[in-house]
């Protein structure tokens, strides 16, 4: 199932919203739209049952696993225009050492961001027990399973 922007953002889809950041650079060497548009063709492409909401923050794409802009803010992904990739996931309230507690990592290029996502997807707890996201971390050989 493709992500699907959150409710509360009904005004453009995730990708209207990238792409409007896209064309609005016209002139610069990076385009952060861009390297977003494609993480976004990157979740769609692999995950085909699971519920994604998206919700933007600034350039900034949060993952979340309810439709609702005040659950928990699992997975933070943001692009730079390289074709770079920084991530943050919300570490399980069991293992945060402080309130609302996020590990950060950058991903080199865009089949890095897909292990980096499957693994913030995880460890966040956010996608628990979710058979999908268990056979995606298994077919690319991510330990924790």
Do not use: C
């Amino acid at each position: 199932m493709p992500i699907t922007r959150s409710s509360d953002q009904r005004r453009q889809t995730l990708e209207e919203f990238y792409q409007e950041v896209s064309e609005g650079r016209p002139h610069y060497d990076v385009d952060p739209g861009k390297g977003m548009l494609d993480f976004i063709q990157l979740i769609n492409q692999i995950f085909k049952q699971t519920l994604i909401w998206g919700l933007t923050s600034h350039y900034r794409l949060v993952l979340q696993s309810a439709d609702d802009y005040k659950s928990p803010w699992y997975v933070i992904v943001v692009s730079i225009g390289t074709k770079e990739y920084y991530f943050e996931y919300l570490m399980p309230l069991e293992k945060q050492p402080w309130p609302h507690a996020y590990v950060r990592g950058e991903a080199k290029n865009i089949e890095e961001a897909k292990r980096y996502l499957l693994i913030a997807m995880y460890e966040s707890g956010g996608w628990a027990g979710n058979s999908e996201l268990m056979q995606l971390m298994h077919d690319n050989n991510i330990k924790g399973v």
